[in-house]
């Protein structure tokens, strides 16, 4: 356990059980931060409906688990797509609870997966959007909070094993998520200065809600069973096994804590050993 008492982080797309968001709220929340908890709340349009969303009951109730064991946890919606919105969140956790010293940029769209030849325009912009941009509203109104405090911060952006290594039928999630690398080493060079570090986590494959859908667009695509498709994965990560939603907590638990604060610019996998560049 790391020691992150009076430290205030927000936590982006944290509102569906078994999500990364989740548990790294839990986590930074157990290691003594006061955490806001961020989704969408709502579906907005019709892109992907089946997928689902961290819907407003679902995150109050993960705020609630919190507070049952103790920590201090609050919720607030909205979408990452609207800098409206990133910068309300931003002001709301400082209204909350004085200061902000933790941005997690985990909210992402991890579906509209598809041929490349057949990917509608707007798909593509769903993507990149909430992926990219929505990161690159969170560093900005985020590191504006940081720099007024004049005590550093920390900004953890969630890209994917898919930041270091293409796939196919996953073309705008590919791109989006090697962008936020790029994203993540210019952010990191420009607020090193304020003593804020910015760093990626690049996790392969995790079993939340956007990792069982991933698995069954995947299976179906290379033509196997889920099953198959899950035991070809396990036999190739060199750990044995996929991620776990608590590999990526840890992670980001000590990318925010004492013992990373010359650790910037960086873009960890969590993988298990699959990827290693
Ligand atoms: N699960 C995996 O295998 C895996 C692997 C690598 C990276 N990731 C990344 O981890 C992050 C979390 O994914 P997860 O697997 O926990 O899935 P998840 O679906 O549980 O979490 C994603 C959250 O983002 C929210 N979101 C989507 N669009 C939004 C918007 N416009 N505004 C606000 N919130 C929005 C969703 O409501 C959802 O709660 C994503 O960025 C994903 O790309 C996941």
Not at 232 to 258: H, N, Q, V, W, Y
Request: glycine share 12%.
């Amino acid at each position: 356990m790391y020691n992150l008492k009076g430290r205030v982080a927000i936590i982006t797309g944290a509102g569906r059980h078994n999500g990364l968001g989740e548990a790294m709220a839990k986590r930074l929340a157990a290691d003594g931060a006061k955490v806001v908890l961020h989704d969408i709340g709502t579906l907005k349009g019709d892109i992907a409906p089946a997928h689902g969303v961290g819907q407003k009951a679902e995150l109050e109730q993960i705020v609630d688990e919190i507070r049952k064991t103790g920590g201090e946890a609050t919720g607030f919606t909205g979408d990452m797509l609207n800098e409206v919105d990133v910068a309300d969140l931003i002001d709301f956790a400082v209204q909350k609870f004085g200061r902000l010293d933790i941005l997690v940029n985990n909210a992402g769209i991890g579906y509209l997966f598809g041929p490349l030849v057949d990917m509608a325009q707007e798909h593509w912009d769903a993507v990149l959007g909430v992926n990219l941009r929505g990161c690159f509203f969170g560093i900005k109104h985020a590191a504006k909070q940081m720099i007024k405090q004049k005590s550093g911060g920390r900004i953890i952006n969630i890209a994917s094993q898919a930041a270091k290594s293409g796939f196919a039928q996953a073309a705008a999630y590919s791109a989006s998520k090697h962008g936020l690398v790029g994203l993540t080493r210019a952010a990191a060079l420009e607020l090193a200065v304020h003593k804020i570090t910015v760093n990626a986590i690049c996790p392969n494959h995790v079993t939340t809600g956007l990792g069982s859908w991933q698995n069954d667009f995947m299976s179906r695509a290379q033509n196997k069973s889920v099953d198959q498709y899950l035991a070809d994965m396990r036999a190739r990560i060199p750990i044995g096994r996929p991620g776990l939603t608590e590999d990526i907590a840890k992670a980001c638990a000590f990318l925010c804590s004492d013992q990373a604060d010359y650790i910037t610019a960086e873009a960890m996998n969590v993988s298990g050993g699959e990827e290693y560049h």
